[in-house]
């Protein structure tokens, strides 16, 4: 019976994490009708580097002080995403601060901002470690093994272009940009090569990445001051001098940015004191698509990936359009450019469309039974662990608990990326193993953290849930359970989340407070969820054993997301009134609810809609820029033919595929809608983002 049982809920696990082409389970930027929708991923993927190699193209991205460190993802698509490979285990550096020993740690350094590379018959992935300087990372096959060059030197946020004569380069630096030459065989810089090639005062940052297309070299970067933005530099020489333009801004796709983690000092356990601002609604900060690179497809077409600070969640990565426009790579569509549509089609890839196969499906599976011998690919260590005092035993997960005070200071926590717009994280925690002064549990390693789980003192469990930024705890009598489920919920686009216990996995009870989930530049990583187990007594204690991992994400199926075969009211969620179709000809806005305020829509495939009043009448656009009035037709040939942009619970914008604006109207002007909107600002209050309603 007991296993009978486990085989049960292995397959119950399975079910909830795997993506079927039907009911989509885990978010994946791939809506099925040939569109995707941003962000391309909803949990954290920051400073990518893109790369193609034939038909393959390959992500690289930021882990920080998390091992196995420098992960990267593969597709066919540029949409659907799988990780295979992580450029190493652990880190290969004996100090105590990589292993989180003696009180010293990494957090907000480690390594970070790759560059992904392919020449000579290799892949290179470059990158930096605080203290340790540059590093490389070559395979003659990107799932490893892969060979580690410590090429040491102050050279980071780097971009590495391999020339055509041969010679190597790395371009580096914030506001004065400069780029040294690389020895051939990976030892170092060559020495006397470095010089400035883009002074300082041009408004260029970081975050670079350089091509040489067409004979030209092409510097794409990311300046912070006064918000992100991206821009692109060229040259005809590599040495300069280059001209810079800004290639995209302000595209938030209507997210504003985070509240933000304040506090003094680096993480202590003596108490430092946190605080968390109120978030601003109406900035734009760097919640802005920025920082990452550009790739041409198959086909000719050029796209961009660029990253953008998305609430707790951390930093995520996005995928957007490019037109050459005088020779610039210009984000967005033709008639608006700086822009990027949050839903748009999928690259017309050839070898994509003949497979026989379909290719949606998520990057990760993020559920672990732990029946394996291995890990699975989405788990990272909090720090190099020692290999010593964890094991997978009899399909379960064991940690020892080592001495720490608190759980930023746990050795072998074991975390994975949270994944949103909602998702409930769910485990068992066994407690068998347990001695005094042990505590294991679920935690959210962020900063400030919090966590859920038992405390052992004496021969007494109890239930603790734990939130750092007050540094208050709850209390519940249990009466030692040798199993308990501890749960995480969290809605990381309103940025708040909960924890909850059961002991019998079906009735679940809430503890602790709603806490507020922050953004935050201290560890540079979003939440992540952490199985862990420590001793707070400074012991050596005994074990915790974790299984059944699951997660379940509400929001991720977005099949039924556009109101087809549905009659539904149009809200502005600028001003809260109904989008009303007047007998005068031209859409409004109003109060009252009429047939003239009921819409239905024309499925013309792929997301694309035509919009009808339930008199029979079609929206269409007259004339052109602020004279575009929005205004009402009888002939279906006149209509406007629109690609929906899904903003989730029922919140859209409507893309015109005529002149690549939206639809939209002016809060407080008092003028008619019209189609000439750039998109949405990051409150979602300029006119431009609706909300459809059923009326029965």
Same mark, same amino acid.
């Given at each position: 019976?007991?296993?009978?049982?486990?085989?049960?809920?292995?397959?119950?696990?399975?079910?909830?994490?795997?993506? %079927?082409?039907?009911?989509? =389970?885990?978010?994946?930027?791939?809506?099925?009708?040939?569109?995707?929708?941003?962000?391309?991923?909803?949990?954290?993927?920051?400073?990518?580097?893109?790369?193609?190699?034939? &038909?393959?193209?390959? $992500?690289?991205?930021?882990?920080?002080?998390?091992?196995?460190?420098?992960?990267?993802?593969?597709?066919?698509?540029?949409?659907?995403?799988?990780?295979?490979?992580?450029?190493?285990?652990?880190? *290969?550096?004996?100090?105590?601060?990589?292993?989180?020993?003696?009180? @010293?740690?990494?957090?907000?350094?480690?390594?970070?901002?790759?560059?992904?590379? !392919?020449? +000579?018959?290799?892949?290179?992935?470059?990158?930096?470690?605080?203290?340790?300087?540059?590093?490389?990372?070559?395979?003659?096959?990107?799932?490893?093994?892969?060979?580690?060059?410590?090429?040491?030197?102050?050279?980071?946020?780097?971009?590495?272009?391999?020339?055509?004569?041969?010679?190597?380069?790395?371009?580096?630096?914030?506001?004065?940009?400069?780029?040294?030459?690389?020895?051939?065989?990976?030892?170092?810089?060559?020495?006397?090569?470095?010089? /400035?090639?883009?002074?300082?005062?041009?408004?260029?940052?970081?975050?670079?990445?350089?091509?040489?297309?067409?004979?030209?070299?092409? $510097?794409?970067? /990311?300046?912070?001051?006064?918000?992100?933005?991206?821009?692109?530099?060229?040259?005809?020489?590599?040495?300069?001098?280059?001209?810079?333009?800004?290639?995209?801004?302000?595209?938030?796709?209507?997210?504003?940015?985070?509240?933000?983690?304040?506090?003094?000092?680096?993480?202590?356990?003596?108490?430092?004191?946190?605080?968390?601002?109120?978030? +601003?609604?109406?900035?734009?900060?760097?919640?802005?698509?920025?920082?990452?690179?550009?790739?041409? *497809?198959?086909?000719?077409?050029?796209?961009?990936?660029?990253?953008? *600070?998305?609430?707790?969640?951390?930093?995520?990565?996005?995928?957007?359009?490019?037109?050459?426009?005088?020779?610039?790579?210009?984000?967005?569509?033709?008639?608006?450019?700086?822009?990027?549509?949050?839903?748009?089609?999928?690259?017309?890839?050839?070898?994509?469309?003949?497979? %026989?196969?379909?290719?949606?499906?998520?990057?990760?599976?993020?559920?672990?039974?732990? &029946?394996?011998?291995?890990?699975?690919?989405?788990? =990272? #260590?909090?720090?190099?662990? &020692?290999?010593?005092? #964890? %094991?997978?035993? @009899?399909?379960?997960?064991?940690?020892?608990?080592?001495?720490?005070?608190?759980?930023?200071?746990?050795?072998?926590?074991?975390?994975?990326?949270?994944?949103?717009?909602?998702?409930?994280? /769910?485990?068992? $925690?066994?407690?068998?193993?347990?001695?005094?002064?042990?505590?294991?549990?679920?935690? +959210?390693?962020?900063?400030?953290?919090?966590?859920?789980?038992?405390?052992?003192?004496?021969?007494?469990?109890?239930?603790?849930?734990?939130?750092?930024?007050?540094?208050?705890?709850?209390?519940?009598?249990?009466?030692?359970?040798?199993?308990?489920?501890?749960?995480?919920?969290?809605?990381?686009?309103?940025? @708040?989340?909960?924890?909850?216990?059961?002991?019998?996995?079906?009735?679940?009870?809430?503890?602790?407070?709603?806490?507020?989930?922050?953004?935050?530049?201290?560890?540079?990583?979003?939440?992540?969820?952490?199985?862990?187990?420590?001793?707070?007594?400074?012991?050596?204690?005994? !074990?915790?054993?974790?299984?059944?991992?699951?997660?379940?994400?509400?929001?991720?199926?977005?099949?039924?997301?556009?109101?087809?075969?549905?009659?539904?009211?149009?809200?502005?969620?600028?001003?809260?009134?109904?989008?009303?179709?007047?007998?005068?000809?031209?859409?409004?806005?109003?109060?009252?609810?009429? @047939?003239?305020?009921?819409?239905?829509?024309?499925?013309?495939?792929?997301?694309?809609?035509?919009? =009808?009043?339930?008199?029979?009448?079609?929206?269409?656009?007259?004339?052109?820029?602020?004279?575009? &009035?929005?205004?009402?037709?009888?002939?279906?040939?006149?209509?406007?033919?629109?690609? #929906?942009?899904?903003?989730?619970?029922?919140?859209?914008?409507?893309?015109?595929?005529?002149?690549?604006?939206?639809?939209?109207?002016?809060? /407080?002007?008092?003028?008619?809608?019209?189609?000439?909107?750039?998109?949405?600002?990051?409150?979602?209050?300029?006119?431009?983002?609706?909300?459809?309603?059923?009326?029965?």
């Amino acid at each position: 019976m007991k296993n009978y049982r486990k085989i049960v809920i292995a397959l119950l696990c399975l079910a909830n994490c795997t993506l %079927s082409i039907n009911a989509q =389970q885990s978010w994946t930027a791939d809506n099925g009708n040939g569109t995707f929708t941003n962000p391309l991923f909803y949990d954290e993927f920051s400073d990518p580097d893109i790369l193609r190699v034939g &038909d393959d193209y390959y $992500l690289a991205g930021t882990t920080m002080h998390s091992v196995p460190g420098l992960v990267i993802l593969h597709s066919r698509d540029l949409v659907n995403w799988e990780n295979i490979s992580y450029c190493f285990p652990r880190f *290969d550096f004996d100090d105590d601060a990589f292993s989180l020993r003696n009180h @010293k740690e990494i957090y907000g350094q480690g390594i970070w901002a790759p560059a992904i590379r !392919y020449a +000579n018959g290799k892949f290179y992935v470059f990158s930096n470690i605080n203290g340790k300087g540059l590093q490389c990372y070559t395979a003659t096959d990107i799932r490893g093994p892969w060979e580690h060059h410590n090429m040491k030197g102050r050279i980071y946020d780097l971009s590495v272009l391999f020339d055509d004569d041969g010679k190597i380069y790395a371009i580096h630096g914030y506001g004065e940009v400069k780029c040294t030459e690389l020895e051939p065989d990976m030892s170092g810089p060559k020495e006397e090569t470095e010089r /400035t090639i883009i002074p300082e005062g041009n408004a260029v940052g970081e975050g670079h990445h350089m091509y040489k297309i067409n004979g030209m070299y092409y $510097l794409i970067s /990311t300046d912070y001051k006064p918000n992100g933005r991206t821009l692109c530099s060229r040259s005809k020489n590599i040495w300069g001098p280059y001209e810079t333009i800004t290639i995209t801004a302000d595209e938030t796709f209507g997210y504003h940015p985070a509240p933000m983690t304040q506090v003094r000092g680096r993480i202590m356990p003596d108490g430092t004191k946190f605080g968390i601002s109120p978030a +601003n609604f109406d900035a734009t900060a760097c919640t802005n698509i920025h920082q990452g690179g550009i790739v041409e *497809d198959q086909t000719g077409q050029w796209w961009a990936l660029l990253m953008m *600070d998305f609430h707790s969640i951390g930093r995520t990565t996005t995928l957007a359009p490019i037109i050459w426009k005088d020779g610039w790579p210009m984000l967005g569509l033709e008639g608006n450019l700086g822009r990027a549509p949050r839903t748009w089609f999928k690259p017309n890839i050839p070898s994509v469309a003949t497979e %026989s196969q379909p290719t949606r499906h998520a990057p990760y599976n993020r559920c672990e039974n732990f &029946d394996g011998k291995q890990l699975g690919r989405v788990w =990272q #260590w909090n720090h190099n662990p &020692d290999d010593k005092k #964890w %094991s997978l035993k @009899k399909g379960r997960l064991r940690l020892t608990a080592l001495p720490a005070e608190q759980l930023m200071w746990a050795r072998n926590s074991l975390t994975q990326r949270v994944i949103g717009p909602t998702s409930i994280a /769910t485990v068992e $925690l066994f407690t068998a193993g347990m001695k005094d002064g042990d505590v294991a549990g679920l935690g +959210n390693i962020n900063v400030p953290c919090s966590w859920i789980g038992v405390v052992k003192d004496g021969k007494q469990l109890t239930l603790r849930c734990f939130e750092q930024l007050t540094n208050d705890t709850t209390d519940v009598a249990i009466n030692n359970p040798l199993k308990l489920y501890l749960r995480f919920v969290g809605d990381y686009d309103n940025d @708040k989340g909960h924890y909850e216990y059961s002991i019998d996995g079906s009735t679940f009870t809430q503890v602790g407070p709603e806490m507020v989930l922050s953004y935050q530049l201290i560890s540079f990583q979003g939440s992540r969820h952490a199985l862990f187990a420590f001793n707070h007594k400074g012991n050596e204690g005994g !074990y915790a054993e974790f299984d059944n991992f699951t997660v379940d994400e509400p929001k991720a199926d977005r099949s039924k997301n556009i109101p087809y075969g549905k009659t539904f009211r149009i809200r502005n969620l600028a001003n809260n009134r109904f989008a009303e179709a007047t007998t005068h000809g031209v859409l409004y806005d109003t109060d009252r609810d009429s @047939k003239l305020t009921h819409f239905r829509l024309i499925d013309r495939g792929q997301g694309k809609v035509v919009v =009808q009043c339930e008199d029979g009448r079609y929206l269409m656009c007259s004339g052109f820029g602020i004279a575009g &009035d929005v205004r009402m037709t009888n002939n279906l040939e006149k209509a406007e033919e629109f690609l #929906w942009q899904d903003y989730l619970d029922g919140q859209f914008m409507l893309l015109s595929l005529r002149n690549h604006r939206y639809l939209g109207k002016s809060p /407080t002007t008092g003028s008619p809608y019209s189609m000439d909107y750039t998109g949405a600002d990051p409150g979602r209050r300029n006119g431009a983002v609706l909300k459809w309603e059923e009326v029965k």
